[in-house]
């Protein structure tokens, strides 16, 4: 069944047909089922299948399998016990978008629909396009006008039907909208919420390969991510609540949210101490595209988790974060601006001027690393931005 995000609200609805969102409060909904321990069996995502609401074959491009790299030189830079680097940007269309496309357009095959649409103007555009045409549906994807060719070259690429529509995000959004009245299926990261429970492998197969490959290492205390509608956070938390109930892990790691300044929505909310964040009033710009969400769907489910890990919401300017894209490119990592902001978070933590903020050195502490440089290699050349 579905079940309402809201505060305070609780409302389900059945799985007998796709809901984006309750019918009483308007939140966003979230997948319950039953779920068992994973198997691992199979590859990629589906190794987590026990978990996740499939019952048929997996459309699957083998998403997952990501590396969790051990940031030895980072660590001894900041004087840190363990930091791992999830590094999502190998997954097949190049970000972690790919978990989550997986799970909705699987579900779509399963509901019966021949075509998906959604409004995006990044990552998750290349990745529906890629798992619609592997699917064998047709993928409508709405785009604001002013959206550079490089950022659509992907979908081209793979095959989706691509619309430029003058104005913003908000306006490509209510196309999609209206697409999915018209008999589409609405594959949006923040209103599917099949799309979120693909994202939870994130957090499942992090804690496998920790017990694989870093035998003599804790689980981590900390996990750190970038935040744009705040559903990657929120899923994991998911994840991490299923594992501890499932006996996989015997406490949740902390989690922290980083946006980036110009575009902070979850991080005011999360400091002002309520669920609902608001759009910005400032017209702030960043290099970080991927996250820069005025409206942030998942914000509420994102502030409860880390409130209830004991986490905390930090914010980056851009000139700390592309320092930090350039110090990752020294671990062997090339990361899109919006993945390096939890190692720039990581460093105003540890400023001595943030008082306000903490975390212990001992901790062991794993970064999401959510899409590849090389979606936004322009930004590296020597015309680009400056080391
Ligand atoms: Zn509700």
Known sequence: ???????????????????????????????KREIEEPKYEGQ?????????????????????????????????????????????????????????????????LEYGYRSVTLASTGNMAASVAAYSSKARVTSRIFVPEATPEGKTSQVRAYGGELIRVEGDFQECLYKAKKEARMGSYLAETGLNPYYLEGEKTIGYELVKQI???????????????????????????????????????????????????????????????HRRPKPPTTRGETIADSIHVKVPINGGTAVEAMEETNGFAVQVDDE??????????????????????????LKKIFDPEEDDLNLDKDDSIALIVTGNGLKESELMTEKGIEK
């Not at 030895?72 to 190049?94: C, I, M, Q, V």
């Not at 499932?246 to 929505?265: H, T």
């Not at 320092?323 to 990752?328: D, G, L, P, V, W």
């Open 211 to 273: 017990k694989e490959y870093y035998k003599d290492k804790k689980i981590p205390d900390t996990i750190i991510t970038p935040m744009g509608t705040g559903g990657l956070l929120s899923s994991i938390y998911w994840s991490l609540q299923e594992q501890e109930k499932l006996g996989l892990i015997d406490k949740i790691p902390r989690l922290i949210g980083v946006q980036a300044k110009a575009c902070s929505p979850i991080v005011d909310a999360f400091n002002e101490g």
């Open 44 to 108: 990629g995502i589906e190794k987590y299948k026990e978990a996740l609401p499939i019952e048929s074959d997996f459309v699957t491009l083998q998403e997952g399998d990501t590396p969790l790299c051990e940031a030895s030189g980072l660590a001894n830079r900041y004087d840190l016990n363990d930091l791992f680097l999830k590094y999502e940007g190998t997954n097949p269309t190049g970000s972690f978008k790919d978990r989550g496309s997986a799970v909705a357009i699987t579900r779509a």
């Open 320 to 345: 700390h974060m592309i320092k930090s894209i350039f110090e990752m490119g020294r671990e062997g990592i090339f990361a899109e601006p919006a993945s390096a902001l939890p190692l720039a978070a």
């Open 1 to 31: 069944m579905f079940e309402c995000t809201g505060q305070d609200c609780g409302e389900t609805f059945s799985e007998e047909q796709i809901k984006y969102k309750c019918d009483s409060c308007g939140s966003p909904l979230r997948v």
